[in-house]
C-alpha cells in the first residue's frame, strides 16, 4: 500500500484536492475531542472512536449515549441509522476502488460524506488515482483534530459554546462545493421533499425515514430519466 501512495506524487495531489476538508475535519474532530472529554468519557475511548469508527456525525451522538450508559445493541442501531447513507456512496465508486483487497476494504471503510464529494468531484481517471491517499489523509484531519480537542480540554467548550455545530458547517460547505462542481438541481429538490415528509410524517425516526424517503426518490429519477434517454433515442 504504501509503495503504491509514493508513486508519481500521489501525496502532493491527494493534499491539494482534500485540503478543504481539513479545514473542517479539524476543528470539527477537535469541537468532538472536546466534548468527549466534557462528558467524563476516558480519552483513550475518544482516539479509538475516530480509528475504528471514524463516523463524524455517529461519534457526536454517541458521546450522549456513551455518557447515559445505553446499552451496546442501542449505540449499534442508531449508528446504523447514521450511517445507512454510506451504502449508497460507494454505488457510484465501485469502478474506481483499489484492487488490493486490503486497500479496497480500507476506502469502503473510510467512505465518508467529505471524501465522497472530493472524489466525485474528479475525473474518473484521477478518482481512481487518489481514492486511497484522499481517504487515507482525510481520516488522519480527524484523528489529529481529536487529539488536538483531547489536549484542549474540556474548558474550550464553556470558552466556545455549541461546538458540535462544527460539523454541520462542514456538510453545508461541502454540500455548496459539490453543486458547484456537478451543476445538478433534483438531489437539492430530492433532499428537501424528503426532509419534509419525514419532519411532518415520520419525526420521531428522522433521520432513517428522509434516508429510505430520498432513496425512493432516487430510484424513480433515475428510471424516469433513463425511460426518457431511451425515448429520445428512439
Known amino acids: 500500500m504504501t509503495n503504491e501512495l509514493m508513486k508519481n506524487g500521489l501525496w502532493q495531489q491527494a493534499f491539494k484536492v482534500s485540503f478543504p476538508v481539513a479545514m473542517g475535519y479539524i476543528p470539527a474532530g477537535i469541537a468532538f475531542g472536546v466534548l468527549f472529554v466534557a462528558a467524563k468519557l476516558p480519552i483513550w475511548a475518544a482516539i479509538l472512536s475516530s480509528v475504528v469508527l471514524y463516523a463524524g456525525a455517529a461519534q457526536y451522538a454517541s458521546i450522549t449515549l456513551l455518557a447515559g450508559g445505553v446499552g451496546i445493541s442501542t449505540i449499534a442501531s442508531n449508528t446504523l441509522a447514521i450511517n445507512l447513507r454510506h451504502a449508497f456512496y460507494a454505488i457510484p465508486l465501485l469502478k474506481q476502488l483499489p484492487t488490493n483487497p486490503i486497500s479496497r476494504f480500507y476506502c469502503l471503510f473510510a467512505l465518508t460524506d467529505e471524501t465522497f464529494s472530493v472524489l466525485t468531484t474528479l475525473h474518473e481517471n484521477e478518482r481512481q488515482r487518489l481514492i486511497l491517499p484522499v481517504s487515507l489523509l482525510n481520516q488522519c484531519y480527524w484523528v489529529i483534530g481529536t487529539i488536538l480537542g483531547i489536549l484542549l480540554g474540556e474548558g474550550l467548550n ?77
Open 158 to 234: 464553556d470558552w466556545v459554546p455549541h461546538l458540535d455545530f462544527a460539523l454541520v458547517c462542514l456538510f453545508a460547505i461541502l454540500a455548496y462545493e459539490q453543486f458547484k462542481a456537478v451543476k445538478a438541481y433534483y438531489p437539492i429538490f430530492i433532499a428537501i421533499i424528503a426532509f419534509t415528509a419525514a419532519f411532518y410524517f415520520i419525526s420521531d425516526w428522522l433521520l432513517l425515514s428522509a434516508i429510505c424517503v430520498s432513496l425512493g426518490l432516487i430510484i424513480i429519477h433515475f428510471f424516469m430519466s433513463n425511460k426518457s434517454a431511451h425515448e429520445q433515442a428512439l
